[in-house]
């Protein structure tokens, strides 16, 4: 007979979203497999759970390691239980490659639904969530970030990402370059948290509110592009170019991008350009 692998979310700040269904888990799981045992530790100690199976650090490092080692477990009936740091694991989390696994050879995986960072902050971010999509982490790399950014630049449903405070400024500003300064967004901050704050506005202005520096765990939500948005303003293509020049591109490479992702001609773009520069000489 084999085992049974259950994806466990853990709460993302207040230890209370914890549900009774994970401590009774976490006290009978035959292996508990965690992104950083000692987070689970702590979050063990604080729902008074008594932990008998043993815990094995289960992170992107040491993923692809320990997944043969899982697997025998749940080819032998053990019950594995999988938590990661924050939220639901294999979103933007380890998880995937044991579930792909698991699946494929047969093993019953089930889930303990919780909180998850993505959801929450759809949920207050006064944004439509209707139809969403979830992007995560953007590249790190400006190139490959600025193709991401363009190729969801006429995306129609609300947009989820996830980002490092200290890359945040960074991440908006390439954002802006991509989408429009008007565009609206909302910054979401150690949800769940004492210090939980939602900053909403448009992407100019969430720019401009990270000049001050940004902490804690971040969830920014973004609106998809709308019907009206094929009728760009000159002074919109102006600050896309603008944007990008500010990156580090050049102004010829600028005006080619922002023609690209807006879908007008360049001589559009440059002409926007033109009409505009009394006011940005």
Excluded at 104 to 126: F, K, M, N, Y
């Amino acid at each position: 007979m084999t085992g049974r692998l259950i994806l466990a979310a853990t709460p993302i700040g207040d230890v209370d979203d914890a549900s009774p269904r994970l401590r009774r888990a976490l006290e009978s799981a035959d292996v508990i497999a965690a992104e950083d045992t000692r987070r689970l530790l702590r979050l063990a100690n604080s729902l008074g759970a008594t932990l008998a199976a043993p815990v094995v650090a289960y992170h992107d490092s040491v993923e692809r390691e320990r997944l043969p080692r899982l697997m025998e477990k749940l080819r032998g009936g053990a019950l594995v239980v999988l938590v990661t740091d924050a939220g639901m694991p294999s979103v933007s989390d380890p998880g995937y490659r044991l579930v792909e696994a698991a699946v494929r050879e047969g093993v019953d995986v089930s889930v303990i639904p919780g909180p998850s960072a993505v959801t929450t902050a759809l949920a207050v971010s006064g944004l439509p969530v209707d139809r969403f999509c979830f992007e995560g982490f953007l590249p790190r790399r400006s190139g490959e970030r600025s193709a991401r950014l363009a190729d969801l630049a006429s995306e129609r449903r609300t947009m989820v990402f996830f980002e490092a405070p200290h890359r945040l400024a960074a991440m908006l500003t390439a954002l802006e370059a991509a989408f429009g300064s008007e565009r609206a967004a909302a910054v979401c901050r150690e949800l769940t948290k004492t210090h939980e704050e939602v900053v909403r506005g448009t992407l100019s202005e969430l720019v401009a509110w990270t000049e001050g520096g940004v902490r804690g765990e971040v969830t920014l939500v973004v609106a998809g592009a709308d019907a009206s948005s094929e009728k760009v303003s000159g002074d919109d293509l102006v600050a896309r170019v603008q944007a990008l020049v500010a990156l580090g591109s050049d102004r010829r490479e600028a005006i080619s991008e922002v023609a690209r992702t807006s879908g007008l001609p360049r001589r559009a773009v440059f002409d926007a350009m033109v009409a505009a520069k009394p006011r940005t000489s």
